[in-house]
């Protein structure tokens, strides 16, 4: 799998918008948009900004997309099992994915365990 694929699924997966990275990042959307859809290529600086960006995001995706380019894809985990294995430090980035999954949708308990699925297995 090529980097720009693995990134772009990772997106998919993790249901991360081009604007919503961008904006994290700090970086022009069309500069993700480019990326992800192999139009452009980016520096190694770039990449591990991008990918500190989605880390923050959407907790567990960027050891998801290193799975993908490892060619070992990380298989979906029970979130028991992901909540056992959750760091000290991990835990605010939990609470502020549940916290944006509540906030946008009307029945938020559906999408806890979505939130859950975000981090590190």
């Not at 991360?16 to 700090?26: F, H, M, N």
């Not at 980016?42 to 960006?53: C, H, P, R, S, V």
């Not at 835990?91 to 559906?110: F, G, N, Q, T, Y």
Request: contains cysteine; hydrophobic residues 45%; proline residues 4%.
């Amino acid at each position: 799998m090529l980097i720009y694929e693995a990134f772009n699924d990772t997106l998919k997966r993790y249901n991360i918008s081009g604007k919503a990275l961008a904006q994290v990042a700090g970086v022009s959307e069309s500069l993700v948009s480019q990326f992800r859809w192999g139009k452009k290529g980016i520096t190694d600086e770039m990449l591990d900004n991008l990918l500190l960006a989605i880390q923050k995001i959407a907790p567990g995706s960027r050891r998801y997309f290193c799975s993908l380019v490892a060619g070992e894809p990380i298989e979906t985990a029970g979130w028991e099992n992901v909540l056992s294995e959750i760091s000290a430090e991990e835990i605010p980035e939990l609470l502020m994915a549940i916290a944006r999954c509540w906030k946008s949708v009307d029945h938020p308990s559906i999408y806890v365990t979505s939130a859950l699925m975000q981090l590190p297995r």
